[in-house]
């Protein structure tokens, strides 16, 4: 028992790291808001400070790595590994531990190592005056991140070879993949050509390890790890600069506004704000047929704007509107069709997440992606709520009106009193953005003040409710940057095999031109949403698509937003949307899996529509402003 006391400490090590990243979290946060207050209010501002600042950023994510591993947060592709036996599911964390964690970890502790000893015997400092000195330290937060890393993966082996009940299936296993190693390295060592070009086989395998249940930041360093020993015109030499490529992720300012605006939107899911919006807005609607359905929108558009968090507006509504509106014998299709699509809205509606990764990743501004976003998600809603209406009116028994005795100006009253607060936060954070007067990632921190005091005014502030809403930050924070670290070595290794000269050649070449390109990418992303989540799709095939885009002569701006609709019609897609995973598992037996994708389809469709309409008046972008 002596290895399930060693990952206990190991354990216990990841947990102390993670409390620490929540405390950075709450620290950034404050920090951040009274940087941008001085500066705006005073003209009072400090280099040093600001980098401060990114520097807590670093470390939030950096430490929350382990204690993301610990906590199983690195997000699989769950489709079949949910089915598996304990013992399989615990060979598979097993090996991707064994077979991808730890491998990419030793390389890059290496690599990381060396760029931060160098830094310290240049004694590097800030090249900005005023700046900090000593710069090998947050430099050697890397390596210590990844030492947390590997003592993490170490445990999660011990654990998992614990709880495997029949041993002799894990060594067959091991059996047939040291097999397969020796079949690689023999026909490397006797440079045997690919039968298959090395770039559709790194696509291949990745496939098969996501679908096996392998995490996904995992699957994408341990592909390019791979493929980097065995294909000769790339070799190891390609990742020595991924430690430098990640140390330029740490800097990204912009990025900053990810744990930001989650801290914020954890905070306002746990102040019940959703729950007194749904239930007002359901009165105020609901006597109009299949108005608890346009309530339903409504509500989701707030909460997309204000907390811009799928899973966590599909489970509130799930466990508050279903209920409500099934009870008053709503179509079981309908109800779970409006809920699910609804919650999505804030892969589109600013401050969406998924805005702020295109920004960065297209090299865009992200305050003139919000604007471009603002009347696509309009349309959106808009598409929504006459779908309903024309469907409730057409079908009486599907969405019937509810009668109420209470007077209807005090239900107006009461919902104006549940609107006007979240109205409000989301004039301020995304009006400064608008405006130019703030960053996202200063609007983000005014946002997490605001959500705070909206708690102060719902009366559900407290201790309890920050623990969570920073310790869930670090968890989502940890698990997206390991996947933009995974994504940029695969990235690496896929340029250094001629993936992005292959994909321009095929685009910008005679075999297509703008609108076949247009068409082919958003049908590639489309088909990609039906088996993987938006972030990897944001991380690996973006980056790909972007000098085409410039070749091609796109307006970035546009295709960005393109591409965010259609990524949000990737949480809708059967079988494998998560949206629909998640209301699944708030609703229960409350309603079936197939009336979920009837009641689903109707949405998709009308997300195509609105992303057809965008591609035919591309100018609706710029009504808030270029």
Known sequence: MKHIQFSYYLDTLSKYMGYLSAILVVSLSLLVAYDASMRYLFSAGSIALQEVEWHLFDMVFLLGLS?????????????????????VKAIVQLLSMLLL????????????????????????????????THRWLIKGMLVFAFLLLLLQALAEILKAYHHIKKPMLLWRTLGGILLFGIFVYVAWYNRVAFLIDPVFLMFLMTLVLLMVGFQVAFVFAGVALFFALIA????????????????????????????????????????????????SMGKLFGQVRGGLAISVVLVGAILAASTGIVGASVVMMSLIALPLMLKHNYSPALASGSIVASGTLGQLIPPSIVLIILGDQMHLSVGDLFRAAVVPGLLL????????????????????????????????????K????????????????????????????????GAGLLALYNRTFSYELIRYASIE?????????????????????????????MALAFFAGEQGDVWTFILLSMLVIFLLGFFIDFIEIAFVVVPILVPIVATLGIDPIWFAILIAMNLQASFLTPPFGFALFYLKGAAGDRVTTSAIYKGVIPFILLQLLALGIIVMFPELIYIFGS
């Open 473 to 501: 930050t670090v968890k989502l924070t940890a698990m997206i940057f390991m996947i933009l670290i995974g994504a940029t070595a695969f990235s690496l290794v896929f340029g250094e095999l001629g993936g992005g000269d």
């Open 67 to 87: 204690y993301a591993l610990k906590h199983d947060k690195h997000v699989r592709v769950d489709i079949f590994f949910e089915r598996y036996t304990p013992d």
């Open 101 to 132: 964690v730890l491998p990419f970890s030793l390389l890059f502790l290496s690599d990381a190592f060396s760029m931060a000893l160098q830094s310290y015997l240049q004694q590097e400092v800030s090249s900005d005056p005023g700046g900090l």
């Open 418 to 449: 549940a609107i006007a607060p979240p109205l409000l936060l989301i004039a301020v954070v995304l009006g400064s953005i608008f405006m130019g007067i703030a960053s996202p990632s200063e609007s983000a921190a005014i946002g997490v003040l």
């Open 232 to 279: 000769d015109e790339v070799g190891l030499g390609v990742l020595e600069m991924l430690p430098y490529r990640t140390y330029g992720i740490m800097g990204n300012v912009t990025l900053m506004a990810i744990p930001l605006f989650i801290f914020m939107g954890l905070i306002l899911e746990k102040s019940k704000m959703a729950e007194g919006l749904l239930i």
């Open 381 to 416: 809603i808009t598409l929504y709520i006459i779908y309903i209406l024309i469907f409730s009116y057409f079908n009486k028994e599907v969405a019937p009106a509810i009668v109420s005795k209470e007077p209807y100006g005090d239900i107006v009253k009461e919902a104006l």
